[in-house]
């Protein structure tokens, strides 16, 4: 009875996921964002510093107010190009930030996890 069990809760566990979206990978949890910084803003920055394996940015917003919450995502082609400008940028002064404001860059834990769509997406919080 428990492979039989066992086996019921695989064929379970194999249809939820393939009902459930993959984690994206080479996506950058951006921190410490000041309220004029845009998309547009952070794209040029990115681009000025030689990263164009950007995709897409995202800001958060506050849903109550609409206002930015002071943080966002940075989606790049690739998890490697992702990661690789994380180490590169990290603590380096954003261009044209005034005032002057470093990068706070981490990478989000779906690579640990094996892109495991039951375990959690974590981000660090930079305080």
Not at 15 to 35: A, F, H, I, N, Q
Request: proline fraction near 4%; aromatic fraction near 12%.
């Amino acid at each position: 009875t428990k492979l039989i069990l066992l086996d019921s809760l695989l064929q379970e566990s194999q249809y939820t996921c393939s009902k459930m979206p993959r984690v994206k990978e080479g996506v950058l949890w951006m921190g410490g964002l000041v309220d004029y910084m845009s998309e547009k803003f952070l794209l040029n920055a990115f681009k000025s510093l030689g990263e164009d394996d950007v995709e897409k940015i995202e800001i958060v917003k506050n849903k109550f107010t609409g206002e930015a919450a002071g943080y966002g995502f940075i989606y790049f082609d690739s998890d490697a190009s992702a990661l690789i400008a994380m180490h590169k940028l990290n603590g380096k002064i954003i261009p044209n930030s005034q005032p002057p404001v470093r990068f706070q860059l981490n990478h989000s834990s779906a690579q640990a996890s094996g892109n495991n769509p039951f375990s959690e997406r974590e981000y660090s919080i930079w305080v």
